[in-house]
């Protein structure tokens, strides 16, 4: 049962486009993370968030943006999307603080094709 | 930094058999131990745990034991199913850093 929400699930979108990709979650969690998932299975941090307000840039650079106005939803955001940005997005939560062997929680993912 | 390495897969079986998913990792301090799956069309899922040294993390059948002297975490399962195919990750995460997974290994169960 699924505490973390992505939608849409599948996307199919030209070149050019602007796409948000929406995250929630209901546990209240306050870190919340972006992961890029290639072909070959690797997970890529591309951003990540401690709480309102806090946006950070993970491991692997992105064109993409992030915003958290609200600790229940941290959308993914792409200007303008290219066919190099076809891949499956992971949006996943933790709870912060000290706890930081609590696990992370993830979504079922949004798999994006840019033709 | 920290790192985690894992056995390359894909690891093909059949039903009814001994698995074994190597995972090696480097770290500094005492980090805390993570196997998650990912069935297909699905995010990860956490399967087990461990957060200290000689912990054993076991759910659904499998388990793996933090090996603080070897920096392993090996997952085991004495008897897959078929609906045990999935992709299996290996992470850890150490105290004020983020979670730092495997390539993956995928398994696929034969009936």
């Known amino acids: 049962e699924a505490d973390i929400y992505q939608t849409p699930r599948y996307l199919v979108i030209g070149t050019g486009k602007k796409i948000t990709l929406e995250c929630s979650q209901t546990?209240?969690?306050?870190?919340m993370y972006w992961y890029q998932q290639d072909p070959g299975m690797e997970l890529h941090l591309i951003h990540y968030?401690?709480?309102?307000?806090?946006?950070e840039k993970g491991d692997l650079s992105s064109e993409s943006t992030v915003s958290r106005i609200r600790t229940e939803h941290f959308p993914l955001t792409l200007e303008s999307a290219r066919p190099s940005h076809t891949s499956q997005y992971l949006c996943?939560?933790?709870?912060?603080?000290?706890?930081?062997?609590?696990?992370?929680?993830f979504g079922n993912g949004t798999r994006l094709t840019v033709t | 930094g920290n790192s985690v390495t894992q056995m390359e897969g894909p690891v093909t079986l059949s039903e009814e058999a001994f698995l074994t998913i190597n995972c090696t990792y480097t770290a500094t301090g005492y980090p805390s131990l993570f196997w998650y799956v990912q069935y297909p069309g699905e995010g990860l899922q956490l399967l087990l745990k461990?957060?200290?040294?000689?912990d054993k993390g076991s759910n659904k059948g499998f388990e793996a034991t933090y090996r603080k002297e070897t920096t392993s975490f090996h997952l085991e399962k004495g008897s897959v199913q078929v609906s045990d195919s999935a992709v299996y990750f290996c992470?850890?995460?150490?105290?004020?850093?983020?979670?730092?997974f495997g390539p993956g290994t995928r398994l696929s169960v034969l009936p």
């Open positions: 996943a939560s933790s709870e912060a603080g000290r706890i930081d062997n609590s696990p992370l929680h």
């Open positions: 546990m209240g969690h306050d870190k």
């Open positions: 992470a850890l995460i150490n105290y004020g850093q983020n979670f730092v």
């Open positions: 968030s401690y709480g309102v307000n806090s946006t």
């Open positions: 461990a957060t200290k040294a000689d």
